[in-house]
């Protein structure tokens, strides 16, 4: 616990609740062992400091612009790629190795930390760890981040095509680290498929690759 409290660079008056925050479902149920309860309250902590910050950050755009950055800096593919890089996949307690891989649970430990970092060290504690790791996703200079879905979904309205669809191809790994193949059709247009952790990283990797073919540039150009 000391090298990951060296890691977030905070020291826990109260380990438990650390402790508490990387321990899977699956290692005990008791509710004030798991990091279930710490997840509720990490969740609504990491959604009122990333407001905040996106809020101050762009002064200057309206409510339906802060909400698209809001929701790709606070979804679960990117709270679980923040969880990898805090290192905290490597402290999980689970029965099982593989959760440590599986976006699902790497999203509810990250949050589940943060709502620890709340209870031991108060309000401004939580959120200025959010903001400090979250800050650097911020591009100040982009349009708001657009996923892949909905760009075909506009795309292909635009080009007077069918609207986009999606299908599970197949699935392959063991339960707690699965890895999807989705496929994506449009009426007239050749199948894409595409592959990823879940079904939505799939559907988007399908996504771009039918943008590529369609020969719309994908991102914030």
Same mark, same amino acid.
């Given at each position: 616990?000391?090298?990951?409290?060296?890691?977030?660079?905070?020291?826990?008056?109260?380990?438990?609740?650390?402790?508490?925050?990387?321990?899977?479902?699956?290692?005990?149920?008791?509710?004030?062992?798991?990091?279930?309860?710490?997840?509720?309250?990490?969740?609504?902590?990491?959604?009122?400091?990333?407001?905040?910050m996106?809020?101050?950050?762009?002064?200057?755009?309206? @409510?339906?612009? #802060? !909400?698209?950055?809001?929701? &790709?800096?606070?979804?679960? $593919?990117? *709270?679980?790629?923040?969880?990898?890089?805090?290192?905290?996949?490597?402290?999980?307690?689970?029965?099982?190795?593989?959760?440590?891989?599986?976006?699902?649970?790497?999203?509810d430990?990250?949050?589940?930390?943060?709502?620890?970092?709340?209870?031991?060290?108060?309000?401004?504690?939580?959120?200025?760890?959010?903001?400090?790791?979250?800050?650097?996703?911020?591009?100040t200079?982009?349009?708001?981040?657009?996923?892949?879905?909905?760009?075909?979904?506009?795309?292909?309205? @635009?080009?007077? #095509? !069918?609207?986009p669809?999606? &299908?599970e191809?197949?699935? $392959?790994? *063991?339960?707690?680290?699965?890895?999807?193949?989705?496929?994506?059709?449009?009426?007239?247009i050749?199948?894409?498929?595409?592959?990823?952790?879940?079904?939505?990283?799939?559907?988007?990797?399908?996504?771009?690759?039918?943008?590529?073919?369609?020969?719309?540039?994908?991102?914030?150009?």
């Amino acid at each position: 616990m000391r090298e990951l409290e060296a890691s977030l660079n905070y020291s826990f008056k109260n380990p438990h609740l650390l402790h508490q925050a990387l321990t899977h479902t699956s290692k005990t149920g008791k509710l004030s062992e798991n990091y279930e309860r710490l997840e509720f309250l990490g969740d609504r902590v990491l959604g009122v400091s990333v407001a905040e910050m996106v809020y101050k950050v762009f002064p200057d755009e309206p @409510e339906g612009n #802060l !909400s698209q950055r809001f929701m &790709a800096l606070v979804c679960k $593919e990117t *709270v679980a790629e923040m969880a990898l890089k805090l290192g905290l996949d490597r402290y999980i307690m689970a029965e099982s190795i593989d959760v440590r891989h599986n976006d699902n649970v790497l999203c509810d430990v990250c949050e589940a930390v943060i709502g620890a970092l709340y209870l031991d060290g108060g309000c401004e504690t939580a959120i200025h760890f959010v903001q400090q790791h979250w800050r650097p996703l911020v591009d100040t200079h982009t349009r708001p981040p657009k996923d892949a879905k909905t760009q075909l979904q506009e795309a292909a309205h @635009e080009k007077g #095509l !069918s609207a986009p669809r999606y &299908a599970e191809i197949g699935r $392959e790994g *063991v339960e707690h680290n699965p890895v999807f193949h989705m496929q994506v059709e449009i009426d007239g247009i050749e199948p894409q498929s595409g592959s990823g952790r879940n079904k939505k990283m799939a559907e988007q990797n399908a996504a771009e690759k039918m943008l590529a073919l369609l020969g719309v540039e994908h991102g914030n150009k």
